[in-house]
C-alpha cells in the first residue's frame, strides 16, 4: 500500500511544485495588477471576463478531456493510443474554431451579456483566441499526465508560467485591463508552440468515427458537471457585479486569489489522482489505498488550511519595497474576510474529487450531471438570498455550502456503486482537531506573533500523533522514515 501511495506523492508532488509556482507568481500579478489598474472597478473588468471564460471553455472542452484520460489510459475496445488522441485532437480543435469564430465576430454581445455595455468587446476579442490556443494545449498537457511525465509536464509550465508574468508586466502597465488579455493571449500561443512537438510525434490524420462515438458518449455528460463546477466557482462573481458592482466584484476576485492556495493543493492532487486510481484499479487492495489517500488527503489540507488561516492579514500586509506598500493595497483587504471560508470549499471539492473513484470505474457519468447540477442550483438560491444580506460573504457561504452538499450526494451514491471503506472515524478526528485549533485561534491567540504562531502550528502533527490518529503500520513506516534521515 505504502509503495502505491508513495508513487501518487511523488507525483503529486511535482504537479503540486508546478503548481505552487504557477499560483505564487499569479500572486506576484495580483499586487502589480491592482496597483497599476486604476481602480477596483477596472480589476473587476478582469475578474469578470477571466469568470467568462471559465464557463466558456467547458463548451470548448465538451468532455473530451476527461473522456481522453479514461480511454488513453485503459484503452477499452481495441483502441489504439494514437486512435485516441487524434479523434480527441480533432474533436476539440473543430469545436475550438467554431466557438472563437463565434466569440470573436459577435465580441459586442458577448460584452452586453457581461457587463451591458459593448465597452469591452475589444478585450473579448483577445479570449478567442486565449481560448483557441489553450483548448489546443490542453490534449498534449492530458498525455503527459497519463503517461506519468511529470517533469516533462513540470519544464513546460514553468516555461509558460514565466512567459506570462514576463508579457503581463509590460503589457498591463501599457495597456492597462486590455493589457492583462494581451498578455495572456501571447502565452497561450506560446503553450501551443511548446506542445506542437508532442502533437506532431502523436497525431495522425485519420478520425475513428468508433472512437469519437466513445469518447463524446462518456465525456458528454461531463458538460453538466463541467458548467456545474464552474457555476459554484464562478458565478458569484456576476452575482456581485450586477448586485454590488463592479468595485465589488474586483475587490471579492483579490480575496478569492488569495484563497487559491488550497486551490493548487486540490489540483495537484487531481492531477496526480485520476491517472493513479485509473492504473491500480485492478489491484486487489485498490480499495484500501482508496480511502488511506482520502484520510491523508484531508489531513494535509486541513494543515495548509491552518496556515492561511493564521497567517492571511500578515500575508497582506507585508511591505514589498519594489512595489511601494503592503503586497496587497489596503482597497482590496475587505475580501480577505472570505478566504478561510472559500478555502474549505475547496477541501469539500478535494473530498468530491476523491469519491469520483467509482463513477470513472462503473462508466456512470450520468450521476455527476445530476450531483452536481443540483449544487449549482443550491449555490444560484443562495447567491440570490445571501449577497442582498451579507454581501461578499453571502457569496464565499454559498460557495462552501454547494461543495459540501455535492461531496455529501457523491459519497452516497458512490457507496452503492463501488463501495469503499472510508476511514470515517479518522477523518471525523482530524476534523475535531481542526476546528478546536480554529477555535483557539479566533477566541484567543488571534494577535499573537509570528513566532508564536508557528508554535502552535508546528502542534498539529503532536496532536494527531498524542491523540491516537495514526495507525500501527504508519507509526512504523514513519518510524523507519526517520531513522533513513538519520543514518
Known amino acids: 500500500m505504502f509503495a502505491e501511495i508513495k508513487r501518487l506523492s511523488t507525483h503529486i508532488s511535482v504537479y503540486g511544485f508546478t503548481n505552487i509556482l504557477s499560483r505564487s507568481l499569479s500572486f506576484v500579478l495580483l499586487p502589480i495588477h491592482t496597483r497599476i489598474l486604476e481602480s477596483t472597478a477596472d480589476y473587476g473588468v478582469a475578474i469578470i471576463i477571466f469568470a467568462f471564460i471559465g464557463f466558456v471553455n467547458v463548451l470548448y472542452l465538451h468532455g473530451i478531456d476527461t473522456a481522453f484520460l479514461r480511454f488513453y489510459l485503459l484503452r477499452e475496445k481495441g483502441f489504439t493510443k494514437k486512435n485516441v488522441f487524434s479523434t480527441a485532437m480533432f474533436s476539440i480543435s473543430a469545436a475550438s474554431i467554431v466557438l472563437s469564430t463565434c466569440i470573436f465576430l459577435y465580441s459586442d454581445h458577448f460584452s452586453r451579456l457581461c457587463f451591458n455595455t459593448s465597452e469591452y468587446s475589444h478585450i473579448l476579442k483577445y479570449t478567442s483566441g486565449i481560448l483557441f490556443f489553450d483548448s489546443l494545449a490542453i490534449v498534449p498537457f492530458l498525455t503527459l499526465r497519463a503517461e506519468e511525465r511529470s517533469f516533462k509536464f513540470m519544464v513546460l509550465k514553468l516555461i509558460i508560467i514565466i512567459l506570462t508574468i514576463g508579457f503581463n508586466i509590460y503589457f498591463v502597465v501599457q495597456k492597462g485591463v486590455e493589457g492583462i488579455f494581451i498578455a495572456n493571449f501571447l502565452a497561450s500561443i506560446a503553450a501551443f508552440a511548446l506542445v506542437l512537438p508532442i502533437i506532431t510525434a502523436k497525431i495522425t490524420l485519420t478520425f475513428s468515427k468508433k472512437v469519437y462515438k466513445e469518447l463524446l458518449k462518456f465525456g458528454i455528460p461531463y458538460i453538466i458537471p463541467g458548467f456545474s ?16 458592482g463592479e468595485s465589488a466584484a474586483g475587490i471579492y476576485g483579490a480575496g478569492y486569489k488569495m484563497a487559491m ?13 485520476h491517472p493513479f486510481f485509473l492504473s491500480i484499479a485492478e489491484n486487489k487492495n485498490a480499495k484500501d489505498i482508496f480511502a488511506r489517500v482520502l484520510t491523508y488527503f484531508v489531513t494535509i489540507a486541513g ?36 478566504v478561510t471560508v472559500v478555502m474549505a470549499a475547496y477541501i469539500f471539492y478535494g473530498i468530491y474529487v476523491n469519491f469520483v473513484v467509482g463513477i470513472y470505474i462503473k462508466k456512470k457519468s450520468l450521476y455527476l450531471a445530476a450531483i452536481t447540477g443540483v449544487a449549482a442550483s443550491i449555490n444560484i ?29 457523491l459519497a452516497l451514491v458512490t ?17 475535531i482537531i481542526i476546528g478546536t485549533f480554529i477555535f483557539l485561534y479566533v477566541n484567543f491567540f488571534n494577535e499573537y506573533n509570528l513566532l508564536l504562531k508557528f508554535i502552535i502550528l508546528g502542534a498539529y502533527p503532536f496532536i494527531l500523533l498524542i491523540s491516537g490518529f495514526f495507525k500501527p503500520d504508519e507509526k512504523a513506516a514513519l518510524r523507519n522514515k526517520f531513522n533513513m534521515m538519520l543514518s
Open 415 to 431: 457507496r452503492k456503486l463501488f463501495s469503499i471503506q472510508y476511514e470515517y472515524g479518522r477523518l471525523l478526528h482530524v476534523a
Open 381 to 409: 438560491v443562495l447567491n440570490f438570498y445571501l449577497i442582498p444580506r451579507f454581501n461578499m460573504m453571502g457569496a464565499a457561504v454559498a460557495t462552501v455550502t454547494a461543495y459540501a452538499c455535492m461531496a455529501l450526494m
Open 229 to 244: 463546477i464552474i457555476s459554484m466557482d464562478l458565478i458569484d462573481r456576476f452575482f456581485i457585479e450586477r448586485m454590488l
Open 303 to 338: 494543515w495548509l488550511y491552518l496556515f492561511i488561516t493564521f497567517f492571511i492579514q500578515d500575508i497582506v500586509a507585508i511591505q514589498v519595497p519594489f512595489i511601494g506598500g503592503n503586497l496587497i493595497r489596503q482597497e482590496y483587504w475587505g475580501g480577505m474576510s472570505i
Open 261 to 273: 492556495a488550497m486551490a493548487v493543493a486540490v489540483a495537484s492532487f487531481r492531477f496526480a489522482w
